[in-house]
């Protein structure tokens, strides 16, 4: 059973446009989400993350929400370029090593 | 400083053969996991060791085994390969358990595995 869900596979945004990227989870018990970016050909690298005591984090051009009532993250990229053209996992976990990805949604930012 | 290390990074195997993927983590790192990645499923944890013990396993069959070494490398291995098997393997290297919280958790480029 899948416990974070990214619902949109892919998105394509204008260059210099907001980028929205979503994810819903099941298990309020998680204590800290996390985003990840992976180019093809490299392994997943950590953008941002958040724990379950807060709504928001921000980190130059990444900020993500946390809506605990709704199970509901979002990474908001602005603005976006197209050096931002990778697919982004949202992961979801508690104190140790294990966490649960979402099945990744790949973003296009077009020049 | 070196990242993680995955060998071999593309491998082909038939059914029923078995296979052994290596990981060597970031010089001082001690904690390792491993991830499956298949377009369908995203990334799903496997295993995750520290200090040569095996603390948390996820939700896969008891084909699937890891161990861990003094120098903290990784093998893991999968035996009775199925055609389902066929995936991206990743690894990942942390100083230890729970720092991963905070993004220091490094992932390799991963073992692409094909089964036949």
């Known amino acids: 059973d899948q416990q974070v869900k990214q619902n949109s596979p892919s998105l394509s945004v204008q260059e210099g446009r907001i980028s929205i990227l979503n994810c819903d989870y099941t298990?309020?018990?998680?204590?800290?989400f996390l985003w990840y970016k992976k180019y093809p050909a490299e392994g997943p690298t950590f953008l941002i993350s958040?724990?379950?005591?807060?709504d928001k984090n921000e980190d130059g051009r990444f900020t993500v929400f946390l809506n605990k009532s709704a199970k509901h993250l979002s990474l908001h990229i602005v603005p976006s370029q197209p050096g931002d053209s990778a697919v982004y996992f949202c992961?979801?976990?508690?104190?140790?090593?294990?966490?649960?990805f979402g099945t990744g949604t790949s973003l296009t930012v077009i020049p | 400083k070196a990242g993680v290390t995955q060998t071999p990074r593309y491998l082909i195997k038939t059914r029923g053969q078995q296979v052994t993927l290596s990981c060597s983590p970031i010089?001082?790192?001690?904690?390792v996991s491993w991830y499956q990645q298949t377009p369908g499923q995203g990334l799903q944890f496997l295993f995750e060791?520290?200090?040569?013990?095996?603390?948390n396993k996820g939700n896969f069959p008891g084909r699937f085994s890891g161990r861990q070494f003094s120098n903290s490398r990784s093998e893991m291995n999968v035996s009775t390969l199925e055609l389902g098997d066929s995936a991206l393997y990743l690894c990942?290297?942390?100083?230890?358990?729970?720092?991963?919280?905070?993004?220091?958790?490094?992932f390799g480029e991963g073992s692409r595995l094909t089964v036949l």
């Open positions: 990942a290297s942390s100083l230890r358990p729970g720092t991963g919280v905070t993004g220091e958790l490094f």
């Open positions: 298990n309020s018990m998680f204590d800290y």
């Open positions: 958040i724990s379950s005591i807060k």
């Open positions: 992961a979801a976990g508690n104190t140790g090593n294990q966490f649960y």
């Open positions: 010089s001082g790192h001690r904690s």
């Open positions: 060791y520290f200090s040569e013990t095996q603390r």
